[in-house]
């Protein structure tokens, strides 16, 4: 052995020492998967050849969906037939006929090798300390299927003996459908080998390539993959996270390298909602992940991957994560988390028909969910009022020291306000930033005393006095979860999260033209419990005292993660407990609250969601952005599209907050927006309040007339009635037609100008 191989394995021995419970494996840069190339794993995986070696070798006797003829369980709706050689269902419904099958009927060209891929009712991603791997329930002779009937449930355990591991499934009906059951201590892990993830009926309700209908994946406020049989040829799928990626794990945001670097992945919208589907034909089916979301992606695949020319959908829970470590400035270990990930997983298939099998009744389906298994009632909101934000300041680094910059002082807000109410707008909600001391950016997660240089406690209860008096709303920002470097409201070595490596996690800014970390901008990411025990409960009172309408949250609704630190670990899932508990304890005690974004836990918990996801991330592979999240929550919850004053596409993404009937918003300063130079704002391109003071009233103006008709009502339609033309409507009969072509359109005898909306009411059709 040479002096650099023992070397290089006294510092492996000393890593498996230092990191006790992280499982870890050694291997060079070339040879170990990072989590980010996990996702690339499990797309190749799903995308590999179906000539390969290892599976030409296998020769099975088809196994066809049409075995799934014994009765398993039974309700007034519906019957579910099972094969009790696969695990695989069928389930029909008893009025109608129409039927839903857990794998679809195999042609016969189909490869033996790929019948049992389609038929298997779960994949397993799996690790040795190596790297990952994939296989699926019925690929060896040697793996047991076992059905058993319980009480309200029918239970297939699966023995995959080929790598020495086991877990059941729980199949019950209800009134919707279908739910599935992965209990957690069902799996059992006998050998070397750790499960990664399982991925829970993959091809359920899947669609040929000439069927008519979609694929729905949550991306952003949602997205279409259209069957079709003339498209590229696709080398993997989408497979994204719930709740987007944990920071906590580094490779989950992009390329990580020895220097401490990483490279961003490619800007994408993340999933808010943990919700998938697909319809075809005049069958569809929702499904809603209610156990274990946070720890889960959500797939959706092309015809044409694996060459199997089917598209599909599905939930794959996650039991464990990977991060990396570097050994000198080449050599990369790659860390596997030693625990499971504890919990129950769940999915309930929500069963379509007919008209409702669309994007449309699937999102109804989720607001009903939403409203009678989550309890989430209408927000109560008097009047359409203007949003606006005001920016109060923040630090500048200078050469020696730093400098306070004002931008909106608590007086120079209150001469906003009366600007407004010259020009006739008084219904109007203010939300201030960078109030607390140090601005933005400054000294949270504490925000008391508060900022000087803004005029202080005592200007800033003069200005909330004077908000009453005019009936405005005034709600204070806060930021409890990401703090800056320089703060001096906390201690990173004692309140920040720790990754696998037992290291404190940095949350760098991301320089935009390369996507490389900006390490000029750091920021830590607070423990959750400490953050509410220690700061949000404490300061509660002062927000009581001060008699504000509500605080706005930062990064509650748009940020999750996960604690490694072994004295204090803590879950994704455990970390929604507590910003949920924060969200209550704050409108029970202080007044309205406010997220941005709307991760789906805080749906139940907020009165308002600010820069709700608009459009999707525009994947290769999907054919149509939607407003599914709009369609579900549109008259229970409010909520505003991103700040007009930032739009890149001011025609486009005006008409577009018409369409999926967001309420306009602003983020001004009294200041000029020069004076952001050299700052971490400087992003806020344009936002001096005298430039938009009479746009801003001329749009709050013209859609007056709109959100005032339909503020509180559900969207109950939204249909594309030609390129580029859409119309939406509401349950009180008002709709909305917009145009986002040049030339004008008209429809059923109305006239739509080019770039122009109109809004109307008649009967529903």
Excluded: C
């Excluded at 967001?662 to 050299?678: D, F, G, I, K």
């Amino acid at each position: 052995m040479s002096k650099k191989q023992k070397l290089v394995s006294l510092l492996l021995v000393i890593t498996a020492l230092i990191l006790g419970s992280v499982w870890s494996y050694s291997g060079f840069a070339e040879e170990s998967k990072t989590d980010h190339e996990m996702n690339e794993i499990a797309s190749d995986s799903r995308g590999e050849d179906a000539g390969s070696q290892e599976d030409d070798a296998i020769e099975f006797q088809s196994t066809s969906v049409t075995t799934v003829t014994k009765t398993g369980l039974e309700n007034d709706d519906y019957a579910l037939f099972i094969d009790e050689a696969t695990g695989n269902i069928r389930i029909v419904n008893k009025q109608s006929n129409k039927e839903w099958l857990g794998a679809p009927q195999a042609d016969e060209t189909t490869l033996p090798n790929n019948v049992q891929f389609m038929n298997s009712p779960v994949h397993i991603q799996y690790t040795n300390g190596a790297s990952v791997s994939q296989t699926y329930t019925l690929k060896e002779p040697s793996n047991v299927v076992t059905i058993e009937p319980q009480e309200d449930s029918l239970r297939a355990t699966f023995d995959v003996k080929e790598i020495n591991v086991s877990f059941a499934l729980e199949y019950r009906l209800n009134d919707g459908g279908l739910s599935v059951t992965i209990p957690q201590d069902s799996i059992k892990e006998a050998g070397d080998v750790k499960i990664i993830s399982l991925e829970v009926l993959p091809f359920f309700n899947a669609g040929k390539e000439s069927d008519e209908g979609a694929l729905f994946l949550p991306d952003g406020s949602g997205a279409l993959m259209t069957f079709k049989e003339e498209h590229p040829l696709y080398l993997s799928g989408y497979s994204q996270p719930i709740y987007g990626p944990d920071p906590t794990f580094s490779t989950t945001l992009g390329e990580v390298f020895a220097d401490g670097l990483t490279q961003m992945a490619p800007p994408k919208m993340n999933i808010a909602l943990p919700v998938f589907g697909s319809y075809r034909n005049g069958t569809g089916f929702l499904g809603i992940v209610t156990h274990g979301e946070e720890q889960a992606h959500i797939n959706g695949t092309p015809a044409g991957i694996r060459n199997i020319p089917l598209y599909r959908a599905s939930v794959e829970f996650l039991y464990r994560k990977q991060d990396v470590i570097f050994i000198g400035s080449s050599g990369k270990i790659p860390l596997f988390q030693g625990q499971q990930i504890d919990g129950d997983r769940s999915v309930q298939y929500v069963l379509l028909e007919d008209a409702e099998a669309n994007y449309i009744g699937m999102a109804k389906a989720y607001r009903n969910y939403l409203i009678h298994a989550q309890g989430v009632e209408p927000s109560v909101h008097e009047g359409y009022a203007l949003r606006v934000n005001l920016v109060g300041g923040l630090q500048r680094e200078e050469i020696i020291g730093t400098t306070f910059i004002e931008m909106t002082t608590f007086d120079q807000a209150r001469s906003i306000i009366e600007a407004y109410a010259d020009k006739g707008i008084d219904q109007i909600e203010v939300t201030i930033e960078g109030w607390s001391k140090d601005g933005l950016y400054g000294n949270q997660p504490e925000h008391f005393p508060v900022e000087k240089h803004l005029g202080g406690s005592r200007d800033l209860e003069r200005l909330i006095a004077f908000a009453k008096e005019r009936d405005v709303a005034l709600h204070l920002q806060t930021n409890y979860i990401r703090a800056y470097e320089e703060s001096h409201g906390m201690s990173e070595s004692s309140d920040a999260v720790r990754g696998l490596d037992r290291e404190v996690v940095e949350h760098s800014n991301m320089y935009v033209s390369s996507r490389f970390s900006n390490d000029q901008e750091l920021f830590y990411l607070l423990k959750p419990r400490k953050a509410y025990e220690e700061h949000m409960s404490a300061e509660m009172k002062e927000f009581k005292k001060l008699g504000v309408t509500g605080v706005h949250l930062d990064y509650v609704g748009n940020l999750l993660y996960s604690d490694q630190d072994t004295e204090a670990p803590m879950t994704r899932h455990q970390a929604v407990e507590v910003w949920t508990k924060a969200l209550d304890a704050f409108h029970q005690r202080v007044g309205d609250t406010s997220v941005d974004y709307g991760f789906a836990y805080t749906l139940g918990h907020v009165d308002e969601i600010r820069n709700i996801p608009m459009d999707s991330s525009g994947f290769i592979y999907m054919d149509e952005t939607v407003p599914f999240y709009q369609i579900a929550i549109h008259g229970l919850v409010p909520y505003t599209a991103g700040p007009s004053n930032l739009r890149n596409d001011a025609t486009a993404e005006f008409l577009r907050a018409i369409e999926y009937g967001a309420l306009p918003s602003y983020r001004l300063t009294y200041e000029e927006t020069s004076e952001l130079q050299r700052t971490m704002a400087n992003s806020l391109f344009s936002s001096s309040y005298k430039d938009w003071i009479d746009q801003s009233v001329e749009e709050y103006q013209l859609l007056a007339s709109l959100h005032e008709q339909t503020f509180n009502q559900l969207i109950v339609q939204h249909e594309k009635l030609s390129d580029d033309v859409y119309k939406t409507t509401y349950e009180n009969g008002v709709y909305t037609i917009v145009n986002y072509n040049e030339e004008s359109t008209t429809i059923d005898g109305t006239t739509v100008g080019g770039h122009d909306y109109i809004v109307s009411k008649g009967e529903i059709k």
